[in-house]
């Protein structure tokens, strides 16, 4: 069965803490793994796609890793505006291409 | 600005009474969908379309219905079939039904009283 796992469900760091969040995935070949920040009471804000192992895309202090297992979102130097719960979601190459399969999410709270 | 537009942020619905959200989108996008989010459960598709007049159950589809009669325009109605209609749903577009990124809604939040 796909399935796409998010850990940890939360997390709190200090201003300038870099640490990373992960996002494992299980599906019958990949054709997209896509990245988002959700703000509360906000719809999803799109950061990135990734399409094959070993791709990497970076945007201010966002970096999101590809392999064949799982993803990850490495936050450099965060920032209290950094706050947000981060969605990791997945669409298969195969079966009902056209649904995504979704992560819950990491709830990220950064303290100044 | 490009964008999805969804109305009303906040609707309070008594028991036994249909709804209607609204979501419109300028960015000319073939697919729309609908989700529903729920604290802990993540996104549930609900409902989607991949061009007009066309639009296909998701995994959660009882007790709601869409209509796609323009590409800008995927209303949703949530019936008094919904059991448990209380939640925060999400409307969503995309360029090709298959491939790139979903573009979000703010969101519309639905209470029963």
């Known amino acids: 069965e796909d399935q796409v796992t998010q850990s940890p469900e939360a997390l709190r760091l200090q201003e300038g803490e870099s640490s990373s969040l992960n996002c494992s995935y299980t599906?019958?070949?990949?054709?997209?793994l896509f990245w988002y920040r959700q703000d509360p009471g906000k719809g999803p804000e799109f950061l990135f796609t990734?399409?094959?192992?070993?791709e990497e895309k970076e945007k201010e202090r966002l970096k999101a890793t590809l392999t064949k297992k799982e993803s990850f979102l490495h936050i450099t130097a965060p920032k209290p505006e950094d706050s947000a719960t981060y969605l990791c979601?997945?669409?298969?190459?195969?079966?009902?291409?056209?649904?995504?399969?979704w992560g819950l999410g990491t709830s990220l709270a950064v303290n100044p | 600005d490009g964008g999805i537009t969804q109305s009303p942020k906040y609707l309070f619905r008594k028991e036994g009474q249909n709804v209607t959200l609204s979501c419109e989108q300028n960015?000319?996008?073939?697919?729309m969908y609908w989700y529903r989010q729920d604290p802990g459960q993540g996104l549930r598709l609900i409902y989607y379309?991949?061009?007009?007049?066309?639009?296909q159950k998701g995994d959660i589809a009882e007790g709601y219905s869409v209509s796609r009669e323009k590409k800008e325009s995927f209303p949703l109605t949530v019936t008094s079939a919904q059991k448990n209609p209380t939640a925060f749903y999400l409307c969503?577009?995309?360029?090709?039904?298959?491939?790139?990124?979903?573009?979000f809604g703010e969101g519309s939040r639905l209470t029963v009283l």
């Open positions: 969503a577009s995309r360029e090709q039904p298959a491939t790139g990124e979903l573009f």
């Open positions: 960015l000319n996008h073939d697919a």
């Open positions: 379309s991949q061009i007009v007049n066309d639009f």
């Open positions: 599906v019958s070949g990949l054709r997209g």
């Open positions: 990734l399409y094959s192992a070993g």
């Open positions: 979601a997945v669409q298969p190459n195969a079966g009902n291409n056209r649904k995504l399969i």
